[in-house]
């Protein structure tokens, strides 16, 4: 779970993030092109979490596997319900939606490393 592809996924939402929060500010609703980078995280999001499945079968098992699997249904699932809540609003408060959810992307991946960091008994 700790790797370049954890690390690649939190710099590409922490730098879509900046630039949603950026639009919202300037008044301006996401764009076709804020969809489609949008959309490009969700498959970085969906090859990570691809990787952590795959490595739950593998020795290394986290200690809680049903909070790991709740962890990754989340990560998995919150760029696309966020960029489909940003379409329905097509306001700034779209950009804004778009810039908090990729904001919660690294927390969510952070707290994917600690929990798979520690391996049960």
Known sequence: MNG???VTTIIAALVLAVWYLLRSAL???PSRI???AAAA???LVAILTVVAVVNLFG???PSDTATFIGYLITTFAF???GGYLARLEPTRWGSLILGIACLVIP???LRL???ASVTGA
Do not use: A, C, K
């Open 27 to 29: 008044d301006r609703p």
């Open 79 to 81: 760029i696309p319900v």
């Open 113 to 115: 490393q600690q929990i």
């Open 59 to 61: 020795d290394s098992r």
């Open 34 to 36: 804020d969809l489609i």
């Open 107 to 109: 927390v969510l991946v």
């Open 41 to 43: 995280l969700s498959v």
């Open 4 to 6: 370049p592809l954890s």
